[in-house]
């Protein structure tokens, strides 16, 4: 197929763990390109080690007329298995293909009950469908960086060197295209803040680490600090782990678990400050947009986080001893709600759709072209 002026090119953009980031993306550029034909396919994210190995059987396998069709362009997640499913549907085999990877599993790090086989087995994945791609895009630098740097690595330890330079070879046919944000935030930039009020809006998880957040904040109200929360993000927000740090906090907390979008956009209209102490982010949507939203980020400064948010408030965040962790979190949160008003960063750093819609639309147009 080629690319036919004024026909609309028939698009297939596959999710295989459609978590809110990567549905975010998915529905932002559907939104900001609706002049193709899109066919948006998804999996529940859900069993992590299971959807990136089946996801192509599952795809490949099932009575589904969307995956006989013919299309002019495959767009995938770099969670999505490509080679089974090019395999199991050879109408797609020849198909121009372009994967986009929010998140590299040679920088991800792993929670105390997995294994490093578990993530050389994602690693590998991960690299078949770089393979299997025309075009590879990363939301970062970071991103991009710590994939191939990882991937060398990796491919040292093997017996055996693969031919031709493949790593070589996929860094020529890559590039940087961030997630960008919609303009949601952008007009509550205008609206009066509370700078007392801290929003933290990420997943209740460990590598978010908001029990880190919550010590800091304890103590900075033992010190007769003035201080509001609201703990917005989604997930267990009701683990019992965490119930003495919401005893302790008391009546500083305004909100505690995942809020309805209305009341998140008006917590993150109204937020004087936006907190992240996550042990990575490729990018960081959910700090991004307390960003835009107007609040003085306080972020540490690691992974993606120097190159997303550059005029952020940040602290060290390089120690790996927790206690020192939480102090300097604590001080930077201390400074930032001494100092009454937000400051927030330049919008103009901030990516958003009006903004990168025609390089994705001249990617897709590239991609498309080339066949």
């Known amino acids: 197929m080629s690319f036919v002026p004024g026909k609309p090119s028939r698009i297939l953009l596959l999710s295989a763990y459609h978590s809110r980031s990567h549905a975010y993306w998915c529905e932002g550029l559907m939104a900001a390109l609706p002049n193709y034909n899109w066919t948006l396919k998804t999996q ?175 103590e900075l109200r033992q010190e007769g600090v003035c201080l509001r929360l609201a703990m917005l993000g989604s997930g267990c927000a009701g683990d019992e782990r965490f119930q003495a740090e919401r005893d302790a906090l008391g009546d500083s907390i305004v909100h505690w678990g995942e809020a309805e979008p209305v009341r998140y956009r008006e917590y993150l209209g109204r937020a004087g400050i936006g907190v992240s102490c996550a042990k990575h982010d490729f990018q960081g949507l959910a700090v991004l947009e307390a960003a835009q939203a107007g609040a003085t980020v306080v972020l540490p400064k690691r992974v993606a986080y120097p190159e997303c948010v550059p005029g952020a408030y940040f602290y060290p965040g390089s120690s790996k001893d927790e206690a020192v962790d939480i102090a300097d979190l604590k001080e930077a949160l201390r400074a930032a709600l001494i100092a009454g008003k937000p400051k927030p960063v330049s919008l103009a750093t901030i990516p958003l759709w009006s903004e990168w819609k025609a390089a994705y639309a001249e990617r897709i147009k590239k991609l498309i072209g080339a066949v």
């Open 44 to 218: 529940l994210p859900r069993h992590f080690s299971w959807r990136v190995r089946a996801s192509e059987w599952i795809w490949g396998l099932q009575d589904d007329a969307d995956f006989e069709r013919e299309y002019d362009l495959i767009i995938a997640t770099s969670l999505s298995g490509l080679a089974g499913l090019k395999a199991l549907r050879p109408n797609l085999a020849r198909t121009p293909t372009w994967v986009y990877f929010h998140e590299n599993q040679f920088a991800h790090p792993l929670e105390k009950r997995q294994s490093g086989d578990h993530q050389i087995g994602w690693q590998f994945s991960s690299l078949q469908n770089a393979l299997c791609s025309d075009w590879v895009s990363f939301n970062t630098a970071f991103n991009r960086d710590t994939f191939f740097e990882g991937l060398r690595a990796m491919l040292k330890r093997m017996p055996e060197r693969l031919p031709n330079k493949p790593v070589a070879k996929l860094k020529v046919r890559s590039d940087v295209m961030p997630v960008p944000l919609t303009d949601t935030f952008t007009e509550m930039r205008k609206l009066d803040k509370d700078p007392s009020l801290v929003v933290w809006n990420h997943r209740w998880e460990w590598d978010k680490q908001p029990q880190r957040l919550l010590k800091a904040l304890i």
